[in-house]
Every structure is written in C-alpha cells, then in structure tokens.
C-alpha cells in the first residue's frame, strides 16, 4: 500500500530498500509481529552499528546502516498492511531516527579528527536536511489520497490515539518528537512558509529533494565507512547542506505557479 497515488509517485532515492521491505513485511502480515515490534528491532540494529564504528568495523557498520533504514520501512509497510496505523509508531520511528543520527556522528566524531563542534553542525545539518525532505513529501501526501493518516504539515497538538494504543503513550511520544524536532521544523518552514500552500509537487522535484531524504543519507555514510574516509563524513554533511538552498530556490521560482490559496 502507497502513501501517495499513482500520479504522485516519484523515484524516491532514499527508499532504495522499500522492495525488500516489502517483502518482509507481507511475510509478517500474518503473525503476530506489530510495526512497533520492528521500530524496536531498526533502533537495536542502529545501536550495533554504532558499536561498530567505535569498534573500527567500518564495512559492518556500514551494512548495518543499510539494514537499519531497510528496517525501518518495514514498519511503516507492515502498519499498512495490517491497516493497525498509529501515532505511537509513527512518533517512535521518528525519535528513533533523531537519537540514532546523533549517536552515529557522535561515533564517527570519536574515532576522527572532526571537534566536537564541527559534530555539533553536522548533525543540525543532516536534521535540517532531513527535515526539508520530510517538509515537502509530507505536503504532497496530504495532498494526495494516499494511505497514510498520521503525518500532517504542521503538528502543533497532540492528536487523539487511534484504536489499539493508548492515549498517555502518544502524549508522551509527541512532546519528546516536538522537543527534538520542534526548532527543525520551523526553521525549514520559515525558509519556505508558501510551500504548505502547493497543489502538488512534480515528480522529478520530488525525486531530487529525496537525496536529502534519511535514507541516502544512511547510504552515503554507509559508502563513506565502508571506503574509510572517516575524516570526511562530517565536513561532507555541512557541505552537503549548501544543495537545500538550492532545492528551495527552485520551489520558490521555477515551481511558484503552482500555488493554490489553502
């Protein structure tokens, strides 16, 4: 099941492991395993991977890193499988994500030269990053009859649980997630507050902003331990931020006849 409709589908590079997990998760379709359960399993396997680093298993870490964002579609499939959605996944994946992206910096700031301020940046950097791409694709899925009902663009209020969870859970998820994502989200918004007012997004935009998406920055970091080029992940990633600018610069020009009042 797709979170976007047919016309809205675009190549999305940072989902590189949604066949697999699409897969696993029909496999799971008939067990007992909740998307929860494999939330749980993708952070376990992140912390490995951070084990790994430290450790100097540089290739095995970086195989982990893959596995973790393969994982870590495999929830959000097997959610819709099931047709169990819930906030307590969605909210969980997310500080999930957040916690583990600056634990691997933090990792690879312990085994190189990087200071401990330049690993500061680059996490901002790979959140910011992250964040615009989340930004736009979460527009384009509320604007799409998609299958997804737990993301919105703007998540100011606790939302009512949803049948199956409890409600103290979600309420305690959705203020860590606007704790740790809060100034990441409004940061991107003020860089581009008119996007929200888009009637869609084309799909060769979208296919590029993926490049931002966790995924291939996962996959990037992955490449990059694999080749031993510890010393460069972290410049990489404050470099790497300079592309947002001009992804935005592209939504707010070439892409500006597309508004629609909301």
């Not at 496999?27 to 399993?41: E, G, H, R």
């Not at 819930?86 to 312990?110: E, H, K, P, Q, W």
């Not at 409600?167 to 959705?174: A, E, G, M, P, R």
């Not at 510890?230 to 470099?239: D, G, R, S």
Request: with cysteine; aromatic share 16%.
């Amino acid at each position: 099941m797709s979170k976007l409709t047919k016309e809205n589908k675009f190549l999305d590079v940072s989902d590189y492991g949604r066949p697999i997990a699409t897969f696993c998760a029909n496999t799971l379709k008939n067990t007992a395993a909740t998307p929860v359960q494999v939330t749980l399993v993708f952070g376990v396997c992140g912390l490995i991977a951070v084990y790994c680093i430290i450790k100097g298993f540089y290739i095995t870490a970086g195989i982990l890193l893959i596995l973790k964002s393969i994982i870590d579609a495999i929830d959000g499939e097997l959610s819709r499988l099931k047709n169990t959605p819930s906030y307590t996944g969605r909210y969980l994946d997310s500080v999930f994500d957040i916690i583990l992206n600056f634990m691997f910096l933090m990792a690879i700031y312990y085994i190189s030269t990087s200071s401990i301020w330049l690993t500061l940046i680059a996490f901002v950097c790979v959140q910011l990053q992250g964040t615009l791409y989340n930004y736009y694709y979460v527009i384009l899925r509320n604007r799409s009859e998609g299958s997804d009902i737990t993301s919105k663009i703007f998540e100011t209020e606790t939302p009512d649980a949803l049948p199956g969870e409890s409600q103290k859970t979600v309420n305690i998820l959705f203020k860590m997630f606007r704790l740790l994502y809060g100034i990441f989200d409004y940061s991107i918004y003020l860089l581009d507050q008119d996007a929200s007012k888009m009637r869609t997004f084309p799909n060769w935009f979208m296919t590029m902003v993926s490049f931002y998406g966790l995924g291939f920055q996962l996959l990037i970091m992955a490449i990059m331990l694999s080749l031993n080029w510890v010393e460069f992940i972290i410049p990489f990633f404050i470099f790497y931020t300079v592309f947002g600018f001009v992804f935005v610069g592209v939504r707010r020009t070439v892409l500006a006849s597309e508004f629609v009042v909301i």
